[in-house]
Nanobody, 112 residues
Framework: VQLQASGGGLVQAGGSLRLSCAAS??????MGWYRQAPGKQRELVAR???????NYADSVKGRFTISRENAKNTVYLQMNSLKPEDTAVYYC?????????WGQGTLVTVSS
């Protein structure tokens, strides 16, 4: 299984970015995004089930939207109204009955 994440970069506060993560292999029951800021633990940002049920961290509710295309085995994270505290390495995650898998991470930097 490989998870290929893309879309990170440098953006000013208030701006937007869209992350994508394409997964190989079979359909994953849950796909999601986690992030890890310097000196902090990795935390859940958002996740989505194969049936499109979602949940979000309180800190991103109303600003971030997670979606997926099952036919492409791809998950997206639309990030709007970005804040400097959103700066982190964002990791794609996918899980099914065979295991729990991680992508390589993509850096998001939000300047003030």
């Amino acid at each position: 299984v490989q998870l290929q994440a893309s879309g990170g970069g440098l953006v000013q506060a208030g701006g937007s970015l869209r992350l994508s993560c394409a997964a190989s292999g079979s359909i994953f029951s849950i796909m999601g995004w986690y992030r890890q800021a310097p000196g902090k633990q990795r935390e859940l940002v958002a996740r989505i089930t194969v049936g499109d049920s979602t949940n979000y961290a309180d800190s991103v509710k109303g600003r971030f939207t997670i979606s997926r295309e099952n036919a492409k085995n791809t998950v997206y994270l639309q990030m709007n109204s970005l804040k400097p505290e959103d700066t982190a390495v964002y990791y794609c995650n996918a899980a099914n009955n065979l295991g729990n898998y991680w992508g390589q991470g993509t850096l998001v930097t939000v300047s003030s």
